[in-house]
C-alpha cells in the first residue's frame, strides 16, 4: 500500500536520494594542475625543509622538491613519508595550492594569497622582491627561512644545489 499523509513526499525524497548516493559510487575529484614538469628547460631540487602552518602550530619535517622551469613556472611538492601534504605550482599569471590529506585546493590569478608562502618560496630564492609582511633570509650553511611575520607560518629549509 503507498505511503499517504503529509510525510509520504519526505518519505520519497528520502528514498530517491539514497539511491542516488548509493548509485553514485565512490569517486575522488580529478586532480587540478597547472602544467606538467618535463621536457627541456626544468631545474629538479631536492632538500629537507621545516614547515610550521601558523603560531600555534607545531613544525612538521619533511622532504622537499622543486621543480623550475627557465620560463618562470615552478612546482614545489613537501612531502611527510609516504603522503604528500602540499602541492604548490606558479606561473607568471596563476597559482594553485593542494593540500592532499585533507582533500582541498586553492587557485587564482595574479599575485598569490600571502597566506600560502609556499607560493612565494620560488620568488624568494630567485631573489625577488617579496610582499609586505614575508621576510626572506639565507643562512651561512647554504639553508634559507621564509616566515610571513603576520601569521607565523614558516619554511625553513635547503635544497641539493
Given at each position: ?41 626544468w631545474t ?16 612538521l619535517?619533511?622532504?622537499?622538491v ?29 597559482w ?6 585533507r ?5 587564482g590569478l ?21 610582499p ?21 607560518e ?8
Amino acid at each position: 500500500m503507498p505511503a499517504r499523509g503529509p510525510l509520504a513526499p519526505l518519505c520519497l525524497h528520502a528514498v530517491l536520494l539514497a539511491v542516488l548516493l548509493a548509485g553514485s559510487g565512490c569517486q575522488t575529484a580529478p586532480q587540478k594542475i597547472l602544467f606538467t614538469a618535463s621536457g627541456p628547460g626544468w631545474t629538479v631540487q631536492e632538500g629537507q625543509v621545516l614547515w610550521r602552518p601558523g603560531h600555534r602550530f607545531p613544525e612538521l619535517a619533511g622532504e622537499i622538491v622543486m621543480a623550475r622551469h627557465q620560463d618562470g613556472c615552478c612546482g614545489i611538492q613537501f612531502t611527510k613519508t609516504p603522503l604528500p601534504l602540499v602541492l604548490a605550482q606558479t606561473t607568471k599569471t596563476n597559482w594553485l595550492i593542494q593540500f592532499p590529506p585533507r582533500q582541498m585546493s586553492f587557485t587564482g590569478l595574479g599575485a598569490p594569497p600571502l597566506r600560502f608562502v609556499w607560493l612565494y618560496l620560488h620568488a624568494a630564492l630567485a631573489g625577488q622582491p617579496l610582499p609586505k609582511h614575508l621576510r626572506f633570509q639565507r643562512k651561512p650553511e647554504g639553508g634559507w627561512r621564509l616566515e610571513n611575520e603576520r601569521t607565523g607560518e614558516a619554511l625553513e629549509g635547503f635544497l641539493t644545489p
